[in-house]
Nanobody, 124 residues
């Protein structure tokens, strides 16, 4: 069974930082393109960042560019999302997803394996 488990969410004040982890079990992430997505209450799920299977290509949504960094540690079978300078509008449930393909993809419709999500709340 292919499983993704997100962790690292929580509550922080504006300007704070969090690092989300996406750990895989049942498969090796190094053959997969990974995406991070988020969904705020009343809004559709949207792409935050994605990384190719090699890690050589990364993409970011404009709203997080310069603040968030996606990375992968295939030895640990884990992908990370470092989030700095968090803003209240970053409040959402964050999901990671995996697809066995080479290129970086940020379209959620192209991902077949999803985690359960982790809540991030940014509030003073």
């Amino acid at each position: 069974q292919l499983l993704l488990v997100e962790s690292g969410g929580g509550s922080v004040q504006p300007g704070g930082s969090l690092r989300l982890s996406c750990a895989a079990s049942g498969f090796r992430l190094n053959y997969y393109s990974i995406g991070w997505f988020r969904q705020a209450p009343g809004k559709e799920r949207g792409a935050i960042s994605c990384i190719s299977s090699s890690g050589g290509t990364t993409n970011y949504a404009g709203s997080v560019k310069g603040r968030f960094t996606i990375s992968r540690d295939d030895a640990k079978n884990t992908v990370y999302l470092q989030m700095n300078n968090l803003k209240p509008e970053d409040t959402a449930i964050y999901y990671c997803a995996a697809e066995p393909t080479v290129q970086a993809m940020c379209d959620p419709d192209h991902f077949s394996t999803w985690g359960q999500g982790t809540q991030v709340t940014v509030s003073s």
